[in-house]
């Protein structure tokens, strides 16, 4: 149904037309009744006029600052779909594209055989041990004997082979024909016989199961006209009113956020003040309920009836604002002008360096193809580092991410971020010791998907995310 696919531009001019209304009510109010006793500016620093005149950013403005009118912003929507080629304005989306198949589980046999090879290479390593470890551990609880012994098997293990291969060379040395009866020998090429893994590879990784309903919950959700949200009713978020610091203003007081949304803005805003000199900057609209979009419907029904809200209000579910990671931008300046990005002073400074705090322009320009959504040039969205930065760095908008990181997994290779930046592949069987590791997990089928994360007190903060799609991508900070 077309309805159900309305592209999120003509939500946010809906809701610009929405806050247009709210303003004037606001101003209106104003006017009549003394100002409410409310919470202290300072203590919040929301002005005291907190709505601006007109929406910000959202509303497209002409060439001399004035609005463009309802049926002008309609021929616009129009034109605008006629050269994206993707549909009319009211018509119907091209054919959704089916959701990738779901990858197959690494089978039993396959996990069974590696439960085995592991238990006969630690009891070889360990005569008289019969504890193998290579078990299901939850990754946030590590089990600091546990890893110590691990660390003493390896070491271990890495000695007799060490042993093995000085007797090899040394037999080699002083016997040119080798003996096959020698005992160091045998039992070297008796194991290179048997396609067992290396016990080393094994003992870098533990599993954990995570449970598939976890596949929409995390930082790097991919929410679009294919991919609704669909706890947009049920996550936690919190008032940014309250939780915010004094660099930036909102324009309303139930604007909210994900905490770790919330966090991550706030580090950037006071960046940007202590770099500009500015407390401009403001959030014209973060997380939206369904009941807020039912809300929008409602004002525009009323306002400019049935047949126009049906026209302009997405159905509820597919915008990345249900996420709460997701927020329009502008500027308020002391004055109340409003400002968009593109015209404020240090407007720039956003797209320059949000990546640096966790934050991408979730719609640019060249993307539009893929987004399906025009240039929004308001809309950041957080992704969390260091997955901003390589989204910057390789110039991915987010659906492109989310495929790109596909190439990365613990059986092929790990993208690495070094402390300095630079990122480089690296092999799942020879870890680095400082940096970021990020990789990819195919959700499997059934109620969880195992997830193999780096064994050893040097991974931490490991973060598993769900895309929202078919997996999972994983993120290991390394460092003592
Ligand atoms: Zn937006």
């Known amino acids: 149904m077309a309805d159900e696919r309305q592209n999120e531009q003509e939500f946010d001019d809906l809701l610009a037309d929405f806050h247009?209304?709210?303003?004037?009510?606001?101003?209106?109010?104003?006017?009549?009744?003394?100002?409410?006793?409310?919470?202290?500016?300072?203590?919040?620093?929301?002005?005291?006029?907190?709505?601006?005149?007109?929406?910000?950013?959202?509303?497209?403005?002409?060439?001399?600052?004035?609005?463009?009118?309802?049926?002008?912003?309609?021929?616009?929507?129009?034109?605008?779909?006629?050269?994206?080629?993707?549909?009319?304005?009211?018509?119907?989306?091209?054919?959704?594209?089916?959701?990738?198949?779901?990858?197959?589980?690494r089978s039993k046999n396959e996990r069974a055989r590696r439960q085995s090879a592991y238990e006969a290479a630690y009891r070889q390593q360990n005569p008289g041990q019969n504890k193998p470890v290579y078990k299901h551990r939850r990754v946030n609880k590590p089990n600091g004997a546990l890893v110590l012994f691990t660390l003493l098997a390896i070491l271990v293990g890495g000695l007799s082979i060490h042993q093995i291969a000085q007797?090899?060379?040394?037999?080699?040395?002083?016997?040119?024909?080798?003996?096959?009866?020698?005992?160091?020998?045998?039992?070297?090429?008796?194991?290179?016989?048997?396609?067992?893994?290396?016990?080393?590879?094994?003992?870098?990784?533990?599993?954990?199961?995570?449970?598939?309903?976890?596949?929409?919950?995390?930082?790097?959700?991919?929410?679009?006209?294919?991919?609704?949200?669909?706890?947009?009713?049920?996550?936690?978020?919190?008032?940014?009113?309250?939780n915010k610091n004094k660099y930036y203003q909102i324009s309303s007081t139930a604007i909210s956020l994900t905490e770790i949304t919330l966090n991550a803005f706030n580090t950037m805003t006071e960046a940007f003040y202590n770099e500009t000199g500015s407390d401009d900057m403001i959030i014209?609209?973060?997380?939206?309920?369904?009941?807020?979009?039912?809300?929008?419907?409602?004002?525009?029904?009323?306002?400019?009836?049935?047949?126009?809200?049906?026209?302009?209000?997405?159905?509820?579910?597919?915008?990345?604002?249900?996420?709460?990671?997701?927020?329009?931008?502008?500027?308020?300046?002391?004055?109340?002008?409003?400002?968009?990005?593109?015209?404020?002073?240090?407007?720039?400074?956003?797209?320059?360096?949000?990546?640096?705090?966790?934050?991408?322009?979730?719609?640019?320009?060249?993307?539009?193809?893929?987004?399906?959504?025009s240039y929004e040039f308001w809309h950041y969205r957080y992704v969390g580092i260091p997955h901003a930065q390589i989204m910057s760095e390789k110039r991915l908008c987010l659906e492109e991410y989310i495929e790109y990181m596909k190439e990365y997994t613990t059986e092929t290779k790990l993208l690495w971020i070094q402390g300095n930046g630079m990122m480089a592949d690296v092999s799942p069987t020879a870890l680095p010791s400082e940096g970021i590791l990020v990789y990819y997990v195919p959700m499997t089928e059934g109620e969880t998907t195992e997830i193999r994360v780096p064994r050893g007190n040097i991974f931490h903060d490991t973060e598993i995310s769900g895309n929202n799609a078919d997996g999972f991508i994983v993120t290991v900070h390394i460092g003592s």
């Not at 605008?80 to 989306?93: D, K, M, N, S």
């Not at 005992?183 to 199961?209: G, R």
């Not at 449970?211 to 929409?216: G, H, Q, V």
């Open 20 to 105: 247009i209304a709210q303003a004037k009510k606001a101003a209106k109010q104003a006017e009549t009744a003394p100002a409410k006793a409310g919470p202290s500016p300072e203590k919040t620093n929301v002005r005291p006029k907190s709505v601006p005149r007109y929406a910000p950013a959202d509303m497209p403005r002409k060439p001399d600052g004035t609005s463009y009118s309802i049926a002008e912003l309609r021929q616009q929507q129009a034109s605008r779909h006629a050269v994206q080629g993707q549909r009319t304005p009211y018509g119907e989306l091209p054919p959704e594209k089916p959701l990738p198949p779901r990858q197959d589980p």
């Open 167 to 242: 007797n090899r060379s040394e037999a080699a040395e002083t016997t040119p024909s080798v003996p096959v009866s020698d005992p160091a020998i045998t039992e070297a090429d008796t194991s290179a016989e048997t396609e067992e893994p290396a016990p080393e590879e094994l003992v870098l990784w533990n599993t954990t199961e995570v449970s598939n309903t976890r596949i929409d919950e995390g930082s790097l959700l991919l929410v679009n006209y294919q991919y609704p949200y669909e706890k947009a009713d049920t996550i936690a978020v919190k008032d940014v009113y309250g």
């Open 284 to 373: 014209v609209s973060g997380y939206r309920n369904v009941q807020s979009q039912r809300d929008i419907y409602n004002d525009r029904v009323a306002t400019q009836g049935e047949e126009m809200a049906a026209m302009y209000v997405a159905n509820p579910g597919y915008s990345e604002h249900h996420t709460g990671l997701a927020m329009d931008l502008s500027f308020y300046t002391d004055e109340g002008k409003q400002v968009s990005i593109e015209e404020y002073e240090h407007g720039s400074w956003i797209n320059e360096h949000c990546h640096e705090y966790g934050f991408v322009l979730r719609y640019p320009s060249d993307k539009v193809d893929i987004t399906k959504i």
